[in-house]
């Protein structure tokens, strides 16, 4: 019986994929669990012999277009599709009694998935869990009878047609040995519907990497905005703006601002560096960082600011969210999405905004200031809770769960 870990994202430490594969991986070996772990080929060298990863998938997950202005995404999806098959094909000694889980699945992983499976025995198939942390390219219409959900176009998104066809090629036989899982409870039963398989919803990979201190009291604030600020939806974009809002309303402030790929977003990067010239309340990082680097950005945060767009994170948790909630950091997020759904969940900890607009996130963020011992307070109460019900041992007890049942 083995376990094989298979990411084709694992690549180096820019979002979320190494953050999230070490603490699963390390709790995998723990627990001396019989494991191989699967990365993108390119993997980094530093990061393979850290996590014992074999350079393995040739087709990276986020290829998702070959370069074609018409048919690029449905090339790109056929291609890798073709391509990840053919490398799980070398997967011989692969048998009904082992767990294959990938934790990050786009369409073209799901449709290499069934044609691997198709070339398999049936007495040979092992289980497999599927990670989606994507919504999946439906868009919420409420409506007097509930929320029904809609394709996108899919000439702006196609993902839902790719995953609909992928599951199409999966005999019932093959959809039994498979479990859809997903952070998000209703992200989960959407996935599950939209591609006929079991789901779950697995709980979320954070865990406490700081003294997870209660901030109440911390002066001067210093409010943050982290990560890879790698598409519009993170509203990077939106942060010169904020920032001097910000410090022109509470200027006992200061903002640390971090944007791992710099050069994504030239036009803001330029516009933040310019007002932190000025200005030394600004601390500008521009740099992707490993673990402990990560956890002493986190350290330095007291009010975590995400001016994420509401509609992609409807269903979709936000990897730093999960960090800010797991380490006590209170935190600023878009009102009815997955983000607000867990900051309520775990004690309320923040404050949401209506509105995608400068002045909605501003107003939260302002509120989120003045009150905002109260709400470091809240954030304390919310991450010890949080230490009792999430983080990599409950993920990998809910897997071992479904893989030896």
Not at 28 to 40: D, K, Q, T
Not at 199 to 218: D, E, I, V
Not at 230 to 259: E, I, M
Request: glycine content about 10%.
């Amino acid at each position: 019986m083995q376990f094989i870990y298979a990411d084709p994202g694992l690549r180096n430490n820019v979002g979320h994929h190494a953050n999230i594969d070490r603490a699963l991986i390390s709790e995998l070996r723990r627990r001396g669990i019989p494991l191989r772990v699967l990365a993108f080929g390119d993997v980094e060298p530093g990061l393979r012999a850290e996590l014992g990863a074999e350079p393995f998938f040739r087709w990276f997950l986020y290829f998702l277009s070959d370069g074609n202005p018409v048919s690029g995404w449905l090339n790109a999806f056929e291609r890798g599709a073709a391509v990840t098959a053919a490398d799980l094909g070398r997967l011989n000694e692969v048998g009904g009694d082992d767990l294959l889980y990938i934790p990050f699945a786009l369409p073209a992983q799901l449709k290499a998935i069934a044609l691997w499976l198709a070339m398999r025995p049936s007495g040979q198939l092992p289980r497999i869990a599927i990670g989606f942390t994507f919504a999946p390219g439906l868009d919420p219409q409420v409506n007097p009878n509930g929320t029904t959900w809609n394709a996108r176009d899919s000439r702006v998104d196609p993902s839902a047609v790719l995953f609909s066809h992928a599951a199409s090629l999966l005999s019932q036989e093959q959809k039994n040995r498979m479990r859809a899982v997903f952070p998000d409870g209703q992200g989960a039963a959407l996935h599950g519907a939209l591609l006929g398989l079991p789901s779950a919803t697995l709980p979320h990979y954070q865990q406490r990497t700081t003294s997870a201190r209660n901030r109440a009291g911390a002066r001067p604030i210093t409010i943050s905005v982290l990560g890879h600020q790698r598409g519009t939806d993170k509203g990077y974009h939106l942060v010169p703006q904020l920032a001097a809002g910000l410090l022109q309303s509470h200027p006992g402030s200061r903002l640390l601002v971090h944007n791992a790929k710099s050069s994504d977003w030239p036009a803001a990067q330029d516009a933040v560096r310019a007002i932190a010239k000025t200005d030394p309340r600004i601390i500008v990082d521009e740099n992707a960082h490993d673990g402990p680097a990560w956890t002493a950005l986190q350290d330095r945060t007291d009010l975590l600011l995400l001016p994420y767009a509401p509609g992609p994170y409807h269903l979709m948790p936000s990897g730093l969210h999960g960090e800010a909630v797991a380490n006590g950091i209170p935190s600023v997020v878009p009102a009815g999405t997955a983000l607000a759904r867990i900051q309520a969940e775990f004690c309320g900890g923040g404050t949401t905004f209506a509105e995608w607009t400068v002045p909605s996130i501003l107003e939260a963020t302002r509120r989120a200031l003045d009150n905002f011992d109260a709400l470091a307070t809240a954030a304390y109460a919310g991450a010890e809770k949080w230490q009792q019900t999430q983080g990599p041992v409950k993920i990998i007890d809910d897997l071992i769960a479904y893989w030896r049942s």
